[in-house]
């Protein structure tokens, strides 16, 4: 199993301004995924970020928009960047661990953004 | 390209009450299946979820979810709702290649007295 922490839990933004959300596992894993729950819609991949290389974003999502680093393989952080109020949502990160009928992915509680 | 339908955006149901929420996915070969619960303000939490073997799959708090192939089905199932069942519910199908998991639209319950 895994605990997830992030942070903030929530903020309220400038619009043009960016956001580092945190993202803290209590055990070492090879991919950290980043999630965007819209107000009333379900879950979006942003990227999936693996240690020590770049991430790998989803179609719609871009680098410039929403750099993310990986400095270890329990740490990550996903920015938000000139933001904008289309941009208010909840952000998750995620873990999985295993294969087949072991695996399980966990979820961090999330970061309410509200962009104004 | 892989995809979940579900079809409900809300149901509401009596406390005590039987519950099904169905999920529908389009995926070229035998996926893996899960049904999340968020509850409000809370974080995701696995109810099940499907690989193989046996189509009837057991789950925490008393959920189970049947896979039909013939159907492209995995509907949540729950004999006796309990208010604190009240939330949002997420069928989700992950690639088997890189457990890429993509989320379905979502059903939020409402459990009324």
């Known amino acids: 199993s895994a605990v997830i922490s992030q942070k903030p839990s929530r903020d309220i933004c400038q619009r043009g301004t960016s956001l580092t959300i945190q993202c803290q596992v209590d055990?070492?894993?090879?991919?950290m995924f980043w999630y965007r729950q819209q107000p009333g819609q379900s879950l979006t991949l942003i990227a999936t970020?693996?240690?020590?290389?770049?991430?790998?974003?989803e179609s719609g999502f871009v680098i410039d928009k929403f750099p993310i680093s990986r400095p270890n393989l329990t740490f990550s952080t996903l920015t938000v960047s000139n933001m904008s109020p289309e941009d208010s949502s909840i952000y998750l990160c995620?873990?999985?661990f295993g294969q087949g009928a072991s695996y399980e992915q966990y979820f961090g509680p999330g970061t309410r953004l509200t962009v104004t | 390209a892989q995809s979940v339908t579900q079809p409900d955006i809300h149901i509401t149901v009596s406390e005590g009450a039987s519950l099904e929420l169905r999920c529908n996915y389009s995926y070229g070969a035998t996926p893996y299946l899960f049904w999340y619960v968020q509850s409000p303000g809370q974080g995701l939490q696995l109810l099940l979820k499907y690989f193989s073997g046996d189509t009837l799959v057991q789950g925490i708090k008393g959920f189970e979810a049947e896979f039909k192939r013939s159907q492209s089905s995995f509907n949540l199932r729950k004999p006796s709702v309990h208010w604190s069942d009240a939330a949002e519910y997420f069928c989700?199908?992950?690639?088997?290649?890189?457990?890429?998991?993509?989320f379905g639209a979502g059903t939020r319950l409402f459990v009324k007295a």
């Open positions: 995620s873990v999985e």
């Open positions: 055990s070492q894993v090879t991919m």
């Open positions: 989700a199908v992950a690639d088997t290649g890189g457990f890429k998991t993509i």
């Open positions: 970020a693996n240690q020590g290389s770049e991430a790998t974003y």
